[in-house]
């Protein structure tokens, strides 16, 4: 039984980033793993997951889903192994600070090194971003600029669009990933959910076809026509 | 005026559009005071909201009687009712507002009522965060002379926080099923609570007492009770008759002849109505964003018959297709869903995910030919195709 959390998507869910959580459980089930799908909502104590799943926000909430984090067990449940996959405001939640409403700077949960403050312009349209061999394709929707501390890893290289600073997007720290591609990433980048799955699970896991295969073609093709191996393998045009 | 009409029909005769903005945009250039004059010694209404707009408008000026001057074309930004403003020069006016653009319209227009229906996540590519509306709307309302009547939503914490400040106010106590974007408060951020008897915060922000209007039975404006019998489907739309109803009662309509009127309203610029497509009947529902989805799935009726849903991703329909995650598509278990549109992909996708039978129709050939009527959900874009490919019973 593997069991996944979904972090307050009451305060950080605006983007339809519950689709994360939905899109792992349900790429699990269907290789007959058994999931337990849980919620936290802001007056509920942290479940123990193995995974946890934050979602974007907006500035009133972003703040009070960092409060509410920060009085929880998260930051000892991550350090005692427990996965994190967040997107957007979750993202910046996890680092050191960041800036909301202006320029006042919040202290976020501080279980990774960096920072966002806030940028010049707002960044929104796709992103496309190069993750090894493959291409994570998503939307962005933000105005923060994140920078990554010594020693932290990108999670990818922007190809199209902002991400962390136009260079490079999100991050890879210990167990925790993170991206700017907001909402049901997983749901466009089904590689993407079962590179997660099989890091949770500490084991590989079976190829499983479905339409969002149809869907991430088609999205590579649209947001990086040349530039995919795996597309032009799979595309004779 | 010569300029705007010219540009009308040339905009006609060059087959873009339907005629109203191309003008509207000369004429704001032309003149940009043109909106105030053309409003000066007019009876004013706007209307704004994240859903409902287009319909509330419709029955406002159904409502009112006779001669109304309306955007009626959903051109609901400045020049759009310029255009509608110098197409019809009767006195009383009822203007559909984009939420972007209310400030500037109220300050414009100088209005008797205006309206404000909900607010939720919309397009977010375009206004970014819900909440910077509501901060703007507040601005602009705490602005307003006593002359103009801000008729509220009162069960829509983000409307409320706008409304709030505004000198003269009447509150709608109406259904509105949508919380996702109002869990924390706008005045200090903590958590709201909802019951049945309405809604708080721990800082004292809360639901209004001093209702006007109440649909917790039969709808009563101002203690009239008014029997609701409209020809426009769902509770949705009742919570929009009632805060149109509000508003007519401020503008002077006698609320018993109004309500005839609204109730006889059977299809709003297309939306609600049954159309024909190769012989086969099509009821048309403009779906566009999660509060406004979720209230559409709620009017299909019990079973398993198809559903066609059509998603595009243009400007008017917003280009990120994420929100299709924050509508319960799970009520459709059971059904299959033939999936329309550039983002079809997308939706095919999330309904995978929701356990929901799919059908990817890549050529509307594959579409099944039948006897029976179908339902078709689609976003703005993809509903105007859809107008524009059937043709009424």
């Avoid at chain 1, 167990?175 to 590689?191: K, R, S």
């Avoid at chain 2, 009742?238 to 609204?262: C, W």
């Avoid at chain 2, 995650?325 to 033939?338: I, K, N, P, Q, S």
Wanted: net charge negative; with cysteine.
């Amino acid at each position: 039984m593997l069991t996944i959390a979904s972090l307050l998507p009451d305060l950080l869910g605006t983007y339809g980033d519950a689709g994360n959580a939905l899109v792992l459980a349900s790429r699990a089930r269907a290789r007959g793993i058994s999931i337990e799908l849980l919620e936290m909502r802001r007056d509920d104590e942290l479940p123990e997951a193995s995974l946890y799943f934050m979602g974007g926000g907006e500035d009133g909430p972003q703040r009070l889903a960092c409060e509410v984090l920060r009085a929880s067990s998260l930051g000892a449940r991550v350090r005692d192994g427990a996965n994190v996959f967040a997107v957007c405001a979750g993202l910046q939640i996890l680092g050191q600070h960041f800036s909301v409403e202006g320029d006042d700077e919040f202290t976020g949960l501080g279980l990774v090194d960096i920072a966002t403050r806030r940028g010049t312009t707002r960044s929104v349209g796709d992103i496309c971003v190069q993750v090894g061999d493959h291409l994570l394709v998503g939307f962005e929707n933000h105005g923060g600029v994140t920078t990554l501390g010594e020693g932290v890893r990108a999670l990818g290289d922007v190809r199209n669009g902002r991400g962390n600073d136009g260079v490079v997007d999100g991050f890879r720290a210990g167990t925790m990933w993170a991206t700017y591609a907001h909402g049901p990433v997983l749901a466009q980048n089904p590689w993407l959910a079962d590179e997660l799955l099989a890091t949770v699970l500490g084991e590989d896991v079976e190829p499983l076809s479905s339409v969002a295969d149809l869907l991430y073609e088609e999205r590579c093709r649209v947001l990086s026509p040349h530039s995919s191996f795996e597309v032009r393998r799979k595309d004779p045009h | 005026m010569m300029a705007v009409r010219g540009a009308n029909w040339a905009s006609r005769a060059a087959h873009r559009g339907a005629g109203t903005v191309a003008g509207g945009q000369i004429g704001l250039k032309i003149a940009p005071d043109l909106l105030a004059s053309l409003a000066v010694g007019r009876t004013v209404v706007l209307v704004s909201g994240t859903n409902g707009k287009t319909t509330t408008t419709a029955l406002i000026a159904a409502g009112w009687g006779g001669d109304v001057a309306s955007n009626t074309t959903g051109a609901n930004m400045p020049a759009g009712h310029v255009a509608a403003l110098v197409r019809d020069r009767t006195g009383r006016v009822v203007l559909e507002t984009d939420e972007a653009w209310l400030g500037d319209v109220m300050t414009a227009t100088q209005p008797k009522v205006v309206v404000l229906l909900n607010l939720s996540r919309d397009q977010l590519d375009r206004a970014n965060e819900v909440r910077r509306i509501a901060e703007r709307w507040r601005a602009a309302i705490a602005a307003l002379g006593s002359a103009t009547i801000v008729v509220a939503n009162a069960n829509d914490p983000l409307v409320v926080y706008a409304a709030c400040d505004a000198p003269n106010v009447r509150w709608c106590d109406v259904p509105t099923p949508w919380r996702a974007d109002a869990q924390s408060c706008p005045r200090c951020t903590l958590a709201i609570d909802y019951d049945v008897a309405g809604w708080r915060c721990a800082c004292g922000f809360a639901k209004p007492t001093d209702l006007t209007t109440s649909l917790d039975g039969p709808l009563r404006v101002a203690g009239q009770t008014l029997e609701l019998a409209l020809g426009v489907p769902g509770v949705f739309n009742e919570a929009n008759a009632a805060m149109a109803l509000s508003a007519l009662r401020e503008v002077g309509s006698d609320l018993q002849d109004a309500l005839q009127r609204v109730n006889a309203v059977s299809t709003v610029a297309g939306r609600f109505s049954v159309r024909t497509w190769r012989g086969r009947r099509v009821r048309l529902l403009l779906a566009k964003n999660p509060a406004g989805f979720e209230a559409l799935l709620w009017t299909l009726g019990p079973g398993d018959d198809d559903v066609w849903i059509a998603i595009n991703a243009h400007l008017a329909d917003g280009h990120d297709p994420s929100w299709l995650y924050d509508v319960a598509f799970e009520t459709l278990r059971g059904r299959t869903v033939w999936c329309l549109g550039e983002r079809r992909l997308d939706l095919a996708t999330r309904l995978a995910y929701a356990d929901v039978s799919v059908k990817v129709v890549d050529d509307l050939e594959q579409l099944p030919v039948s006897e029976e009527p179908v339902t078709l959900f689609a976003n703005y874009t993809a509903f105007s195709e859809w107008l524009e490919r059937s043709t009424p019973c």
